[in-house]
């Protein structure tokens, strides 16, 4: 008996032995094989939380597959129908299913994974706010100005990019990327540094106002971009500078838009100098209004605001520029909160005069008022289009409307609401922007919107 006790003793203290021994690395058999707070698991040392993730997928996946039209449709929905079926997208509410017509409401009634696309009498986002399926991984960041394109696309930029989108929403990279250098090429390699401002050139490429890399660039429509006037880099040590001359030994500082003149000529707003420049075909570039930046009573290095000969006048914060046939020029101030004008051909070097809007010069507030001329109020206003009938349609950024200013300055709210900044698509009456920055005239008197803060490409369809 006790050899027997003897035996079962040895055999317990070599049986623990080779039970430790005989333990394929990594694996266990219960807790105390496991590290601190790791416990046995299907033969496997892991946390409480990754115990936690395999039961309950294995409860869900023990749960029975099914495939059924819960609304009444006809239309099914779940993860047991067969691969191919065209699925309810959302089997809880029958205003939505495959076959459907899209509807102006806040739903995506035809299952396409868009909401209210192209609808008449609706707005809707074309481009950003979510990643959807025929958009892939592109992601709309700040997006800062926008031009349509009459074979039926837009070009788009926000930090670094310029974005191809079609009316049907899918997305194409034409240039850049998401760092913030400067580099010509083309496509995926090529750098900007928060590109503002497009304008078509007359030979149909594509210009580009590159703010932080200080300089005017020119992108075939392949996606092949080169310099046109100012010294490219988004470097401090030439941030801050001014020079007229030819080509790459001219200097601008923040740059924001460009449009191009009857002649070809470009006009560019330089907007930190408080100049508006001329570059001509040959690269020369010049000043044609601003004296940029001057001591005023109440501090240093504000900018202000005057009227009169072009090379006395003042800017403070001119943002975007538009010209017509006759080479007048039109930009809008976000900090005066005024629509300028200059006329190239009155007095001996051109003329400065304000359109509508008024402001405290030095404080930057604008306000909200429809009305003629200086009675009208904006709020850092920015980017402007020209309508089919010869009106400036404005992106009136800090009022969250677009507005429509005539010749003769009469101003009117046409979309969004002043003081309802946010981001609302539907009918037209009740959508709301929140930043809109930019615009472009679209087919059928369409017209999209660029809402900077929302990251949304937006399209009003009348
Ligand atoms: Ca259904
Ligand atoms: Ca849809
Ligand atoms: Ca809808």
Not at 170 to 188: C, D, I, K, M
Not at 242 to 263: H, K, L, T
Not at 278 to 283: M, P
């Amino acid at each position: 008996m006790a050899r027997v006790v003897l035996w079962i003793g040895v055999l317990a203290v070599l049986g623990q032995v080779f039970c430790c021994t005989c333990r394929e690395k990594g694996t266990c058999e219960k807790d105390t094989h496991c590290e601190g707070v790791l416990v046995c698991f299907d033969g496997k040392c892991i946390t409480l939380k990754e115990r936690k993730k395999i039961l309950e997928e294995r409860e869900e996946a023990a749960k029975p597959k099914v495939c059924r039209d819960e609304d009444g449709d006809g239309v099914r929905a779940g993860d047991g129908c067969p691969p191919g079926e065209l699925l309810d997208c959302n089997d809880a509410d029958n205003t939505m299913a495959p076959g459907k017509s899209e509807v102006c409401d806040g739903v995506d009634n035809n299952c396409d994974g868009r909401v209210n696309e192209g609808t008449k009498g609706c707005v809707q986002t074309l481009f950003g706010g979510a990643t959807w399926g025929n958009q892939k991984e592109h992601r709309l960041v700040n997006p800062t100005s926008v031009l349509y394109h009459q074979d039926g696309y837009l070009l788009l930029t926000d930090n670094h990019h310029l974005w191809k989108v079609h009316l049907d929403g899918a997305v194409e990279l034409l240039a850049g990327s998401h760092l913030s250098r400067f580099q010509n090429g083309s496509g995926g390699e090529v750098r900007f540094s928060y590109p503002q401002g497009l304008a078509w050139a007359t030979d149909g490429n594509v210009y580009v106002s590159d703010m932080k890399n200080n300089c005017i660039r020119k992108v075939t429509l392949s996606g092949t971009a080169s310099s046109v006037a100012g010294f490219c880099s988004n470097l401090t040590k030439y941030a801050g500078q001014f020079a007229d001359g030819q080509g790459e030994s001219a200097r601008f500082y923040g740059v924001v838009d460009v449009a191009v003149m009857p002649d070809g000529s470009l006009i560019v707003v330089d907007r930190i100098n408080a100049r508006i420049r001329k570059v001509t075909a040959d690269g020369t570039v010049t000043t044609i209004a601003g004296v940029g930046s001057v001591e005023v009573e109440e501090g240093t290095g504000q900018i202000g605001f005057l009227d009169g000969p072009a090379q006395e006048a003042r800017f403070n914060d001119p943002q975007s520029v538009l010209v017509d046939y006759q080479g007048n020029i039109y930009l809008s101030e976000s900090f005066n909160c005024r629509i300028r004008r200059i006329n190239p051909k009155k007095g001996e070097h051109g003329e400065v005069s304000t359109l509508c809007g008024e402001s405290d010069t030095n404080l930057g507030i604008g306000g909200f008022v429809d009305g003629v001329g200086q009675r009208a109020k904006f709020s850092f206003p920015h980017g402007m289009i020209w309508d089919e009938q010869g009106n400036i349609l404005i992106a009136d950024t800090g009022n969250a409307v677009i507005r429509r200013v005539t010749k003769s300055g009469a101003v009117r709210t046409l979309f969004g609401k002043a003081g309802e900044d946010k981001y609302v698509d539907g009918p037209i009456g009740a959508a709301r922007f929140q930043t809109p920055m930019d615009l472009a005239l679209g087919p059928n008197g369409s017209l999209f919107v660029v809402d900077t803060a929302a990251n949304r490409l937006r399209w009003i369809v009348p």
